[in-house]
């Protein structure tokens, strides 16, 4: 049925927890797997809030943050190695996680999103917004949520 499945990861203990159940879910489905993290550009961040920063601790930061997603892209490697699932990995950076995550699921012809949600309550959704929540109303590919 599913023989691509992404895997989106932002490094925190869930969605290492939805990490592992989803590459189960890949070897039960005889389907490959693709990590995918959104690395967020310091840029957006810095300047949308109207903040001077110097170019130079920009790269630097930027540089960390690519290092950090490359370290969780490595994880979903190990462990589908581990579990015997083909595994690539995808590193990019969106305007927003949740555009990242449609557009590589959909650039990489996957079949189901696998992904974690912090199940956190209907206010703090609605006033902190939900990664998960985005992908399930903008996707068109089925997203399978993990809690």
Known sequence: ??????????????????????????????????????????????????????????AALQKRLNEQGEQFLAEIKKAAHAAGVACETVMTSPATPYQGIIGTARKEKCDVIFMATHGRGKLASLLLGSVTQKVLTHSKIPVLVYR
């Open 1 to 58: 049925m599913f023989q691509r499945i992404l895997i989106p990861t932002d490094g925190s203990v869930l969605a290492r927890k939805a990490m592992k159940a989803g590459i189960a879910f890949a070897k039960e489905a005889g389907a490959s797997v693709i990590g995918y993290y959104a690395v967020e550009a310091i840029e957006r961040l810095y300047y949308g809030e109207g903040r001077s920063v110097r170019p130079v601790s920009i």
